[in-house]
T-cell receptor, first 116, second 109 residues
Framework: DAGVIQSPRHEVTEMGQEVTLRCKPI?????LFWYRQTMMRGLELLIY????????DSGMPEDRFSAKMPNASFSTLKIQPSEPRDSAVYFC??????????????FGEGSWLTVV | GQNIDQPTEMTATEGAIVQINCTYQ??????LFWYQQHAGEAPTFLSY??LDGLEEKGRFSSFLSRSKGYSYLLLKELQMKDSASYLC??????????WGAGTKLIIKP
């Protein structure tokens, strides 16, 4: 079975540019999570969706960050404009029936973002 | 506030046993996960505990004491490939995952 698929795997961009990260969750999963991981702050939940609807975006750091999920098989995380402090690994993850069912979440391979 | 504590780094010898501890203080408890993350890779699921006691899965075991807010991950017969970070995560009363900073485990020959 295909896991969570993310693209791009690596991106280097200049400060001020727009960055779009993409995610395809595992087929049949109804929850999708966007995480950011840095050495300083560890894993941080940015936003999560249930059945394509954003449920909690309290972790989105600023208005420069936005996320969409137009259908069950695709989500994007956009940073506009990007700043050097946005440099991190961005993970997309998905699960079936969320965490209240005891189900685990499955992570994609991550998108390594460097803003110079 | 919500807090999960894990040692930052541990070192162990190939073939030995190591125990990685995790203590938590969260608003409610609905289960605890352990994930393994190799450098440059995604976290992968290792174990899930929701009731007190020991869950064994091959060389890996995970223990939970809800009254003490404590869990540990036990790795036996260590192999070089076990060198990784181990993340403890707790589901709080809202079923949100609270993540620890992770424990980097270094295995030496």
């Amino acid at each position: 079975d295909a896991g969570v698929i993310q693209s791009p795997r690596h991106e280097v961009t200049e400060m001020g540019q727009e960055v779009t990260l993409r995610c395809k969750p595992i087929s049949g999963h109804d929850y999708l999570f966007w995480y950011r991981q840095t050495m300083m702050r560890g894993l941080e939940l940015l936003i999560y969706f249930n059945n394509n609807v954003p449920i909690d975006d309290s972790g989105m750091p600023e208005d420069r960050f936005s996320a969409k999920m137009p259908n069950a098989s695709f989500s994007t995380l956009k940073i506009q404009p990007s700043e050097p402090r946005d440099s991190a690994v961005y993970f997309c993850a998905s699960s079936f029936q969320g965490l209240d069912s005891g189900n685990t979440i499955y992570f994609g391979e991550g998108s390594w973002l460097t803003v110079v | 506030g919500q807090n999960i504590d894990q040692p930052t780094e541990m070192t162990a010898t190939e073939g030995a046993i190591v125990q990685i501890n995790c203590t938590y203080q969260t608003s409610g408890f609905n289960g605890l996960f352990w994930y393994q993350q190799h450098a440059g890779e995604a976290p992968t699921f290792l174990s899930y505990n929701v009731l007190d006691g020991l869950e064994e899965k091959g060389r890996f075991s995970s223990f939970l004491s809800r009254s003490k807010g404590y869990s540990y991950l036990l790795l036996k017969e260590l192999q070089m490939k076990d060198s990784a970070s181990y993340l403890c995560a707790v589901k709080d009363s809202n079923y949100q995952l609270i993540w620890g900073a992770g424990t980097k485990l270094i295995i030496k020959p």
